[in-house]
């Protein structure tokens, strides 16, 4: 499930510290000195490394670092045997290290092309939903990102010499990432989040929680299927069928752009009005007499939840 993690080990925890001999292992090394200090920047494989006299950070994809590129993220055991091997290579206890960002994936198999399943994920409380891009679908908040996008072809287009995998060729394959951006730490209610922590199995299997309570908290938008005309008995019912059907063909943000500037026009007095109107607007769209659940997201439902079942170790 780990893919991008990024790290601060703090010298304190580290006996015996060489700057100089850390530094000569990196590639495209620079040295920058000052009157007082000294520091360096460079690579070890993909990690972009910054070494100080405070201590050294390391930042990019632990998945990349390990399998040489970023298709299947790393297990529990997997993150270990890579973080052992960071330690290897340099010389420094990293699962020591304090985690400052960690990005945790997960590729699935499903029958239509991924786009497909965008328009059925709705909006989530406490998110900004953007699918500016058609591609990709995020979730932003300052210390969090959730995104959806398809990695079959983000794969091809980032490593061109590099073939698919056979498990993965000609299938659509959506990645849905949960990105701890910020402020780690505070998210978990902890002093700090080390790499210790990230290996240890109880916080593992509360990641994976966490993972899927993410997806599920996302509202889904129904499909349309007039089920009982029965219950159309009144113009008012028939109004709000059409205009359901009507909200159904209308991009999302096109509804909260409007949404958006009745704020800023300030047109109700009461702020709790907007959230009422939004909430309004929802039932509307999900009501049983026009919409049932798309086929698209109980597929994906099942693939987000079987989480629990997978990564074991």
């Not at 510290?17 to 530094?23: P, T």
């Not at 590639?27 to 920058?32: G, I, M, T, W």
């Not at 020591?96 to 029958?111: G, P, Q, Y």
């Not at 959506?174 to 080390?194: A, C, G, P, S």
Request: charge should be positive; glycine fraction near 2%.
């Amino acid at each position: 499930m780990f893919d991008t993690v990024y790290m601060w080990l703090d010298w304190s925890k580290v006996d015996n510290v060489e700057l100089d001999s850390i530094a000569s292992k990196l590639s495209n090394l620079k040295e920058f000195k000052s009157k007082s200090s000294v520091s360096y920047s460079g690579y070890l494989d993909n990690y972009v490394v910054r070494i100080c006299e405070a201590g050294i950070s390391l930042k990019g994809s632990i998945a990349r670092y390990y399998h040489g590129n970023n298709l299947f993220p790393l297990s529990r055991l997997e993150m270990k045997d890579a973080v052992k091997k960071l330690s290897d290579e340099l010389g420094l206890p990293f699962h020591l290290s304090k985690v400052t960002r960690f990005d945790l994936a997960a590729n699935f198999i499903m029958e239509r092309p991924v786009q497909n399943y965008f328009p059925f994920l709705g909006e989530k409380r406490g998110y900004n939903r953007s699918n500016i891009s058609l591609s990709t679908l995020y979730y932003n908040t300052e210390k969090k990102q959730l995104i959806f996008y398809d990695k079959s072809k983000e794969f091809k287009k980032k490593y061109k010499s590099v073939e698919t995998p056979f498990i993965y060729k000609e299938k659509n394959i959506l990645r849905y990432e949960l990105k701890y951006q910020n402020r780690v730490n505070k998210i978990f209610d902890k002093e700090e989040i080390t790499v210790e922590d990230l290996i240890n199995v109880e916080f593992y299997e509360k990641l994976k929680e966490n993972y899927i309570n993410e997806y599920i908290k996302i509202q889904k938008v129904n499909r349309i299927s007039i089920l009982n005309y029965n219950e159309i008995r009144k113009p008012k019912h028939a109004l709000n069928l059409i205009f359901g059907a009507l909200l159904h063909k209308t991009d999302p943000e096109d509804i909260n752009s409007i949404l958006d500037e009745l704020k800023v026009q300030k047109v109700f007095s009461d702020p709790k009005s907007y959230s009422r109107l939004k909430s309004d607007l929802r039932d509307i769209k999900n009501s049983p007499t026009i919409s049932v659940k798309s086929d698209l997201i109980i597929e994906l439902d099942k693939k987000v939840t079987s989480i629990r079942k997978c990564y074991l170790i």
